[in-house]
């Protein structure tokens, strides 16, 4: 079968590898229709993406239709439109034990430490395996996972009805991040130095919006939660700089969400955390979300289509690719077409 590889840093190629086989009894194997360009299969084509090796297969963000399942396989059919969750975790850590195998000791990330799904076909555990129950088109197919962590965000934040939430940074994630928070009942806020992104946001559900190259945040934030303050910020900026800003915004008691996987340390005063007693959680993937997004992509409060910019055969890989780095104003989410 045919899949994308990355050989080296700037080094893509179609390849031939062997098709999966079952070999374990919870084995399921997918035919891929979808995947979508993630920052990470970027930071894995540019050589910045510290977490993988090479050569890699990429892609952690993909689905398809259900093809053939192992013998202890029970409530997967052939022929059924799945997602696929790339977290592959021990199940024998502490994080494990703690119901939090999304940071498993021993984790595993499809697409990155582990040949992924940019492929024609891909084997899963039937845990990870996650059915649609309404037919889509099947080019969204592969893109509940980026909505996954906008779900885990929510969760990380214990986001609820009525609730005020300022995303910084309005990319795919953080559209995902809103469209989540929306679906719990709350109001959101976006901010971001990119106009064109802002307007995807708010054609998507957004509350309200800052383009802080023209606009003073803080009095926007003022106006947003009449005086009192935003409970909750989450940060998917992920610089130092937007993690001093997202302490300096929150309000005494509120919470805050970070993403990065940056090394390099914030310049934050720890009496600016105890004053306010803030809650400062990191979220990193997902931890069993992907029924809670299937279940709003197929109720129609998360939109994949809006927030797929346009779609590429995975022949096409390297515009794909090029598309995502020479127009990030333009892009939010690029899907590859498997298949003829």
Not at 55 to 60: D, S
Not at 232 to 260: F, K, N
Request: hydrophobic share 40%.
């Amino acid at each position: 079968m045919k899949a994308i590889q990355i050989t080296a840093p700037f080094q893509a190629e179609i390849t031939e590898v062997p098709k999966p086989e079952l070999t374990a009894p919870d084995d399921v194997i997918i035919r891929v229709t979808s995947g979508g360009i993630c920052g990470s299969d970027i930071g894995i084509y540019n050589g910045t993406n510290s977490l993988a090796t090479y050569p890699r297969l990429i892609g952690h963000e993909f689905g398809g239709i259900v093809e053939s399942v192992g013998p202890a396989v029970t409530g997967i059919q052939p022929g059924s439109q799945a997602a696929v969750d790339p977290v592959i975790s021990c199940g024998k850590c502490y994080a494990c034990r703690a119901s939090r195998h999304n940071v498993c000791r021993n984790l595993e990330v499809m697409g990155v430490h582990r040949d992924g799904g940019f492929a024609e076909y891909v084997k899963a555990p039937a845990k990870n395996v996650h059915l649609y129950h309404k037919k889509l088109d099947e080019s969204l197919l592969g893109l509940a996972e980026p909505y996954t962590i906008g779900a885990q965000i929510s969760k990380r934040a214990e986001i609820h009805a009525g609730d005020q939430v300022l995303i910084m940074g309005s990319g795919p994630i953080g559209i995902c991040a809103m469209q989540a928070a929306k679906r719990r009942g709350a109001k959101v806020i976006l901010s971001d130095l990119v106009k064109e992104r802002l307007e995807k946001a708010k054609s998507m559900g957004a509350d309200e919006t800052v383009l802080v190259t023209e606009e003073n945040l803080e009095e926007r934030l003022d106006q947003f939660t009449a005086g009192e303050g935003i409970p909750v910020v989450v940060d998917t900026v992920c610089t130092p700089a937007s993690l001093e800003d997202a302490v300096r915004l929150a309000c005494p008691a509120g919470r805050i969400v970070c993403l990065g996987l940056k090394n390099q340390p914030s310049s934050i005063c720890m009496a600016d955390i105890t004053k306010k007693e803030l809650t400062i959680v990191g979220s990193r993937l997902n931890n069993n979300c992907f029924d809670e997004v299937i279940a709003g992509i197929e109720d129609g409060s998360l939109n994949p289509e809006k927030l797929m910019t346009q779609t590429y055969h995975y022949t096409e890989i390297m515009d794909a690719l090029a598309m995502v780095m020479e127009h990030p104003k333009d892009v939010l989410k690029i899907v590859l077409r498997f298949g003829d």
